[in-house]
């Protein structure tokens, strides 16, 4: 039923508009629902909305310990990868706010041992520099102190040498007349290390040296608010990686090619545009039924920020046919047949695990296949985001499935009675079928994907969920 006239229907939007207004739990409860119920889906979007969340989140926290921080942020993204498995994406940039927190925590940490360091130089420097004023005053004052300490040397022995020790005269006798000086006496009573702490006195010093003492609290709020604008960082490459992505869109399509694609999305159609401008191509859209089948017939972008709408012309900024670029529709059947006129394939993906591997929507296998026997490249789309740690085990629980009726509709229900009926959302395609990833950070081969993850994710967190397929 139509929401009624006024209200929004919940999604994206909604959610972070009303983020700052509503406590941090409410949010939190909004974020698992809206997840569970399918009105947040697709990778961007997701990623959105979790980045928001987690800002929102480490902006209300109120621990002073980082361990305790970074245990509410593993809590949080528990609870929305519960929520949606599926939806990788979100694992991902909780594990990016995991290791911005562990980067700002050894940063400051190496800082503080560093001001230490410096802080025990000067101290060393002040003690040495002390240490040598006290040295030169002794040596000046050494007779003064002497007399005062064994009074004056005898006249008779004071230009005389000790007698020359033996086997036949003993020290007894050699010290019989007069008591030799002993250098002992010459030294001051107290000799402060170089080495000493901070806060201790040294000789001819006037104060002592002391640590300035940093609160754990005040430390803390700082790398907060250092994460909190890591954060913001990751949410601006949320938004822009699209755009990032369509910057490479000249590299790769070329004047009077014919590309190939399929369920449009605003990543591919983005590209598109953007090389539209300058080139002259074909693109020929393989139509998917009942996946992507609304879609494909309106081919645009949207201007509301990361949702994807289905059938609505009026929502779209700019259609490709009005950007100057021949689109042909062709049943998703003459695929093979068309493979063989086919310059490049240009696919969108939703996710894409560390061995290359990749799951998009369903077709999207049997397009890779048929263009892997005619040798024609495949490229694929992907944000930075969608790069994942996970390696998939278990290609199944990768695989959702949509609403049976959406193939066999309620009017043939004697058949439905009769026959298991699965409407698959997702394909997984393997790396072997993949030619290039082109992500907001350039192409990149299948194979190269693992330094990627390793650059994004720190290994502490990647299995902060267990297996989350599971």
């Known amino acids: 039923m139509p929401s009624p006239a006024g209200t929004a229907n919940p999604g994206l939007a909604t959610f972070l508009a009303s983020l700052r207004g509503n406590p941090v739990e409410t949010s939190i409860e909004q974020l698992v629902s809206l997840l569970k119920r399918r009105q947040i ?12 969340l987690l800002r929102r989140v480490l902006r209300a ?9 970074l245990e509410r942020v593993q809590q949080v993204g528990q609870r929305l990868i519960a929520a949606q498995p599926r939806e990788l994406a979100i694992g991902n940039v909780v594990r990016r706010v995991l290791g911005l927190i562990r980067d700002e925590a050894e940063e400051n940490r190496d800082g503080e041992v560093l001001a230490a360091v410096d802080m025990g130089r000067e101290s060393c420097t002040a003690a040495v520099n002390a240490r040598r004023d006290g040295t030169s005053e002794s040596t000046d004052t050494l007779d003064s102190r002497h007399n005062r300490d064994t009074g004056p040397l005898p006249k008779e022995t004071s230009n005389e040498r000790p007698p020359v020790l033996n086997h036949q005269t003993s020290y007894a006798a050699s010290t019989k007349g007069s008591a030799v000086p002993s250098l002992f006496s010459f030294a001051p009573s107290k000799v402060a290390s170089p080495l000493s702490t901070p806060g201790t006195q040294t000789p001819g010093s006037e104060s002592p040296v002391v640590a300035p003492v940093v609160s754990t609290a005040d430390t803390t709020h700082d790398l907060i608010a250092e994460v909190v604008e890591g954060v913001q960082e990751v949410i601006d490459e949320l938004n822009q990686a699209d755009d990032q992505i369509a910057g490479y869109a000249l590299d790769h399509i070329h004047t ?13 159609q983005k590209f598109f545009l953007k090389a539209a401008a300058k080139r002259k191509f074909t693109v020929v859209y393989a139509e998917t039924f009942p996946i992507g089948h609304q879609a494909a017939h309106v081919t645009g972008i949207t201007d509301d920020g990361g949702d994807e709408v289905e059938g609505n012309s009026e929502r779209f900024l700019k259609s490709m046919t009005m950007a100057g670029v021949t689109v042909l529709l062709v049943p998703f059947s003459a695929v093979f047949a068309l493979m063989s006129r086919i310059n490049k394939v240009v696919l969108d993906t939703h996710v894409v695990s560390a061995n290359g591997g990749l799951v998009a929507a369903a077709g999207a296998k049997i397009i890779c296949k048929a263009a892997n026997v005619h040798h024609t490249p495949v490229v694929v789309l992907s944000g930075v ?3 994942s740690p996970v390696y998939p085990f278990n290609v199944g629980a990768l695989i959702g499935f949509g ?40 192409g990149h081969a299948p194979s190269y994907l693992y330094r990627i993850v390793a650059d994004h994710y720190r290994s502490e967190d990647l299995h902060f969920m267990g297996s989350e397929l599971e």
Request: proline share 6%.
């Open 41 to 52: 889906r697709n990778s961007q979007p997701c990623a959105i909305a979790t980045a928001h």
């Open 61 to 69: 926290v109120r621990v002073a310990d980082i361990a305790k921080l």
């Open 256 to 268: 009077g090619e014919v590309v190939l694609t399929h369920t449009p999305s605003m990543t591919v």
């Open 385 to 387: 985001y969608k790069l």
């Open 403 to 442: 609403d049976p009726k959406d193939v066999i509709g309620s009017q043939h229900g004697g058949l439905t009675q009769k026959v298991n009926i699965e409407n698959p959302l997702f394909d997984y395609v393997p790396a072997n079928l993949v030619d290039l990833y082109i992500t907001n950070l350039g």
